[in-house]
């Protein structure tokens, strides 16, 4: 099937929904953690800082986060 400039179904017509459920795997109270991702830099030196300080990356980087939150509430 050649796709024009006018389809816009992305769903191969292969593909059989008969019988699907919608949401079967939502989980209403679920959290979704996003992923951050560091500057090459700035991931090395927190390792660092994180290492000397004997604590997970996750935890400094979290610390400082709630930090410069505090800072940026306190100036407004």
Do not use: C, W
């Given at each position: 099937?050649?796709?024009d ?5 992305d769903?191969p ?31 090395a030196?927190l ?8 604590m ?13 939150i505090?800072l ?5």
């Open positions: 099937m050649s796709q400039a006018t389809d816009h179904d769903m017509t292969e593909i059989d929904f008969t019988g699907a459920k919608r949401g079967k795997f939502y989980q209403a109270d679920s959290t979704l953690n996003l992923p951050v991702y560091l500057e090459t830099q700035v991931q030196r390792t660092t800082l994180a290492s000397t300080k004997g997970d990356l996750s935890v400094l980087v979290n610390e400082l986060l709630r930090k410069d505090e940026i509430e306190i100036a407004q």
